[in-house]
T-cell receptor, first 112, second 117 residues
Framework: DAKTTQPTSMDCAEGRAANLPCNHS???????VYWYRQIHSQGPQYIIH???NNETNEMASLIITEDRKSSTLILPHATLRDTAVYYC?????????????FGQGTILTVHP | DAGVIQSPRHEVTEMGQEVTLRCKPI?????LFWYRQTMMRGLELLIY????????DSGMPEDRFSAKMPNASFSTLKIQPSEPRDSAVYFC???????????????FGPGTRLTVL
């Protein structure tokens, strides 16, 4: 996978937007950026993915810079239930098809 | 769909015993993955299957670990003999490998928490 760099932890007030950054400067042109999260004691959960255009779904928005070297996951109105570890992953294509390499991620704490 | 199903949810065993973890992927998914999560090593891929065939087992720690997928709806991960350092949460995940570049959305089960005493 392309190397990704995320802050170790972030805080956010309930009801405010949570903006989680990720650097992936070595990403190749055909490699997507995926975001997963893991709530305590649960399995990882897919959030969103994108290639070069900004994406939005019912959970979050993904903003990818024009040079694709970084992206930001946005939770528009964070709730206490969004407290989790958030992983940014850029799976490498080819022989390692489908493999996801989870780094340390960002621990997001949403407080009242 | 019920999602990925894993059993048991918790397993406590003694060192030296055989442990079998089970996984039922989402119907129609043709890729199945086994992961292990510990505090020290984080979440790491052990092995994955495509159409019931093991594709990459480079993450399997040693010969004590083995995985099988006898059919499209069932897989097992076996540890024999188990050791205390095998204590971890084991996750199973599945995805539909449609052959496109977007086929990396994996759906994870709730995990099996294994404790080896």
């Amino acid at each position: 996978d392309a190397k990704t760099t995320q802050p170790t932890s972030m805080d956010c007030a309930e009801g405010r937007a949570a903006n989680l950054p990720c650097n992936h400067s070595t990403i190749s042109g055909n490699e997507y950026v995926y975001w997963y999260r893991q709530i305590h004691s649960q399995g990882p959960q897919y959030i969103i993915h994108g290639l070069k255009n900004n994406e939005t779904n019912e959970m979050a928005s993904l903003i990818i810079t024009e040079d694709r070297k970084s992206s930001t996951l946005i939770l528009p109105h964070a709730t206490l239930r969004d407290t989790a570890v958030y992983y940014c992953i850029a799976p490498r294509r080819g022989t390692s098809y489908g493999k996801l390499t989870f780094g340390q991620g960002t621990i997001l704490t949403v407080h009242p | 769909d019920a999602g990925v199903i894993q059993s048991p949810r918790h397993e406590v065993t003694e060192m030296g015993q055989e442990v079998t973890l089970r996984c039922k992927p989402i119907s129609g998914h043709d890729y199945l993955f086994w992961y292990r999560q510990t505090m020290m090593r984080g979440l790491e891929l052990l092995i994955y299957f495509n159409n019931n065939v093991p594709i990459d087992d480079s993450g399997m720690p040693e010969d004590r670990f083995s995985a099988k997928m006898p059919n499209a709806s069932f897989s097992t991960l076996k540890i024999q003999p188990s050791e205390p350092r095998d204590s971890a949460v084991y996750f199973c995940a599945s995805t539909t490998g449609a052959g496109s570049l977007e086929s990396d959305t994996q759906y994870f089960g709730p995990g099996t928490r294994l404790t080896v005493l």
